[in-house]
């Protein structure tokens, strides 16, 4: 089965999109899309890195919903500061060391920084482990560190056992 559907949820995603773009449930429309979500995994199977299994689901529905979360407060946060005077923005580069030792978490994490308004990853240094990122309003730079590696790389390290 791994072999015919190496990525399932992919095929699936696949499968669904084709479905709502061809805005058709013929037979023959849902015959391409199944063709498609079996060809396409299969044929780039070898690009797709192996990710690593997650441990604890629980955590990471928590994390996710955490995230959605804060996306919605901060994008207030982030209008009122700009449409707000200007020169009370403290702009800061801040580097914060990680506890993660797995590409793929340490990824997840900079992902989750850039979806956040106000902050952007710049670079995750593999050989010192430290995640560089901007941050438009940074008052204090450690706090930020502090809070990025209690609300979100803390619960990574628990879905990923790392």
């Known amino acids: 089965m791994k072999r015919l559907l190496p990525h399932p949820a992919l095929s699936a995603a696949i499968f669904l999109?084709?479905?709502?773009?061809?805005?058709?449930?013929?037979?023959?429309?849902?015959?391409v899309g199944a063709l498609l979500a079996v060809l396409l995994p299969a044929v780039t199977r070898r690009f797709w890195p192996d990710t690593p299994r997650l441990q604890r689901p629980g955590?990471?529905?928590r994390l996710a919903a955490r995230v959605a979360l804060d996306i919605v407060v901060a994008n207030a946060a982030v209008a009122r500061r700009v449409l707000g005077?200007?020169?009370?923005?403290?702009?800061?580069?801040?580097?914060?060391?990680?506890?993660l030792r797995d590409p793929f978490a340490a990824t997840i994490l900079a992902s989750i920084v850039s979806l956040t308004p106000g902050t952007v990853?710049?670079?995750?240094?593999?050989?010192?482990?430290?995640?560089?990122?901007?941050?438009?309003d940074a008052p204090d730079p450690q706090a930020l560190a502090a809070a990025i590696k209690a609300r979100y790389e803390a619960p990574l390290k628990e879905v990923f056992a790392c």
Do not use: K, M
């Not at 999109?17 to 037979?27: F, K, R």
């Not at 923005?89 to 990680?98: G, I």
């Not at 990853?121 to 050989?127: A, L, P, R």
């Open 17 to 31: 999109l084709w479905a709502a773009l061809s805005n058709a449930a013929s037979v023959g429309a849902l015959a």
């Open 59 to 61: 955590v990471a529905l």
């Open 85 to 99: 005077p200007l020169s009370r923005l403290q702009p800061a580069f801040v580097e914060v060391p990680l506890d």
């Open 121 to 136: 990853s710049i670079d995750v240094d593999q050989t010192r482990w430290v995640l560089s990122l901007h941050a438009l």
